[in-house]
C-alpha cells in the first residue's frame, strides 16, 4: 500500500473511470431522449442501452485477474488506447451496425481499464478506503454528469459521429496521462488457488453481499439514464431538458459520495445501514418516476417533469451512498494479492445490473406499460437490501489490519 504519494499520480485513475461513465452514458442518454416511440420501442431501447455491457460482463474479471499478474498499470492503459480506437468506429454511428460495433468494442476495452483501475485505487488508498472511493465515485459521477450533456450538445451539432470522436480523444488523453503519471504497482507474490478456493472466496458473504448492492444500484443508474430521459421527452421537454435528468442524477451522486467515504473511513457510518439506506433512497426515486409523472393534471411540460428530476436527485442519492461504501467494503475484506480479480469479479456484478435494469424495465414496459417497468426496478433493489452484508467472514484480517465494519 502507498497512501502516502502525491494525490496528483491518483488523478489519473479517476480519470479512467470518469472516461468509462462518460463512455457508456453519453450516448446512452442522447438515445433515450432521442427516443419519442414510448411502448413497443421500450424493449428496443433497453437492448441498445445494454450493448456496452456485453463485453464487460464477460472480460471484466479477466482483465482482473490479469492486472494482478502484470500489475494494473499496463492494463489501463492499454485499455484506455483500445476505447480511443474503438470509438473511431462510432464515426460510421449512421449505420446501425456500426454503432453496435462501436459500443461493443467500448465496452471491451473499458473491461480493462475500469477493474483495473478499481485496483490501483484500492492498492494506494492504505487505511483511507471510503475516502478514496468516493472520490473515484464522484469522477464517475461527473462522467455521468458532464458526458448526457456533451453528447447531447455533441449530438445537436454533428450526429453521434462528432460524439464518437469526443470519445475518441478523451481516451486517448487519459492514456497518454496515466503514461506520464500513475506510478507502477508491482504484481505481488500470490498463494496458488485451487477451484475450491476460487468458489468458496466468491461465495463468502463479504463479496458477495456488496456485489449484489453495486448491482442493484448500477441497474437503477442504466435504467435512469435511458428511461427517465424518454420520460421527460413524453412530458413536452426537448433533447436538452431530457438528457439534463441525468445530469441532477449524476450530480447529486458525485456530490455526496467523497462525504460518504470520509464519514465511513471516520467509523461514523457502518456499512449495512448505509447500504441499505441507499438502497431505500433508490426505491423511493423509482416509485417517485414510475407513479407521479402521469398523475400530474398540468398543462406545464416542466411542471410535469418537476417529479422526474425529484426522482433523479433521490436515485443520485442513494447510489452515491451505497456504492462507495460497498467498494470500501470489498477492498478491506480483500488481500491485496487479489484485488484486481476481486474487483474484476465485481465489476461484472455491476455490469449485470447494468444491463439488467434497461432490459428488466424494458421487458415489463412492453407487456403492462412504463409504470409498470419501474415498480419491477423498484422491487429488485428493494430485494437487494437483503443481500448487505452483516459482517465479514467470522476472524478475517483486512489487509489494512483491521476487520471490515458492518
Known amino acids: ?8 499520480r491518483r488523478w489519473p485513475l479517476y480519470a479512467a ?4 461513465a462518460f463512455g457508456a ?15 413497443l420501442s421500450l424493449l428496443g431501447l433497453g437492448v441498445l442501452l445494454a450493448l456496452y455491457d456485453v463485453a464487460e460482463v464477460f472480460l471484466k474479471p479477466v482483465f482482473g485477474a490479469v492486472s494482478d499478474r502484470i500489475g494494473p498499470k499496463p492494463v489501463i492503459v492499454g485499455g484506455l488506447l483500445a476505447f480511443s480506437a474503438a470509438s473511431l468506429i462510432g464515426l460510421w454511428a449512421d449505420q446501425p451496425f456500426m454503432l453496435a460495433a462501436a459500443r461493443l468494442g467500448q465496452g471491451m476495452a473499458a473491461s480493462a481499464f475500469s477493474p483495473a483501475s478499481s485496483a490501483g485505487v484500492a492498492r494506494l488508498a492504505g487505511k483511507h478506503t471510503g475516502r478514496y472511493f468516493g472520490r473515484y465515485g464522484s469522477w464517475k459521477g461527473l ?32 492514456a497518454v496521462w496515466a ?40 441497474g437503477a443508474l442504466g435504467a435512469a ?47 449495512r445501514p448505509s447500504m441499505v439506506a441507499g438502497l431505500l433512497a433508490i426505491v423511493l426515486g423509482v416509485l417517485i418516476a414510475g407513479l407521479l409523472p402521469g398523475a400530474l393534471a ?9 417529479p422526474i428530476y425529484c426522482a433523479a436527485v433521490f436515485i443520485g442519492l442513494g447510489i452515491g451512498i451505497a456504492t462507495p461504501v460497498a467498494f470500501a467494503h470489498l477492498a478491506d475484506a480483500t488481500p491485496a494479492e487479489r484485488l484486481g480479480r476481486t474487483m ?50 467470522s476472524g478475517s484480517v483486512t489487509k489494512t489490519g483491521r476487520k471490515p465494519r458492518v
Do not use: C, N
Open 179 to 218: 503514461i506520464i503519471t500513475v506510478p507502477r504497482l508491482a504484481p505481488l507474490p500470490r498463494p496458488r488457488y485451487t477451484i475450491i478456493d476460487v468458489w468458496k472466496q466468491s461465495t463468502e458473504r463479504s463479496f458477495l453481499g456488496p456485489t449484489v448492492v453495486l448491482a442493484a444500484s448500477t
Open 1 to 8: 500500500m502507498r497512501a502516502d504519494i502525491s494525490p496528483s
Open 25 to 39: 452514458h453519453a450516448v446512452a442518454a442522447g438515445l433515450g431522449a432521442e427516443s419519442a416511440d414510448i411502448g
Open 143 to 174: 462522467g455521468y454528469a458532464i458526458g448526457p450533456l456533451l453528447g447531447a450538445v455533441a449530438i445537436i451539432a454533428g450526429g453521434f459521429s462528432l460524439l464518437f470522436l469526443i470519445l475518441s480523444f478523451v481516451g486517448l488523453a487519459v
Open 298 to 306: 398540468t398543462d406545464g411540460a416542466m411542471y410535469r417533469a418537476v
Open 225 to 271: 439514464v435511458g428511461f427517465l430521459p424518454a420520460l421527460a421527452a413524453r412530458e413536452g421537454l426537448g433533447t436538452a431538458g431530457s438528457v439534463a435528468v441525468v445530469t441532477v442524477l449524476a450530480l447529486a451522486s458525485s456530490l455526496v459520495q467523497p462525504r460518504i467515504g470520509r464519514l465511513r473511513d471516520r467509523g461514523v457510518l457502518a456499512d
Open 344 to 393: 474484476g469479479s465485481a465489476e461484472l456484478g455491476r455490469e449485470l445490473g447494468d444491463a439488467g435494469g434497461p432490459l428488466l424495465v424494458g421487458g415489463v414496459a412492453v407487456a403492462a406499460g412504463l409504470p409498470w417497468g419501474l415498480g419491477a426496478l423498484a422491487l429488485a433493489v428493494g430485494a437487494a437490501a437483503f443481500a448487505a452484508p452483516v459482517s465479514a467472514v
Open 17 to 20: 473511470g470518469f472516461t468509462t
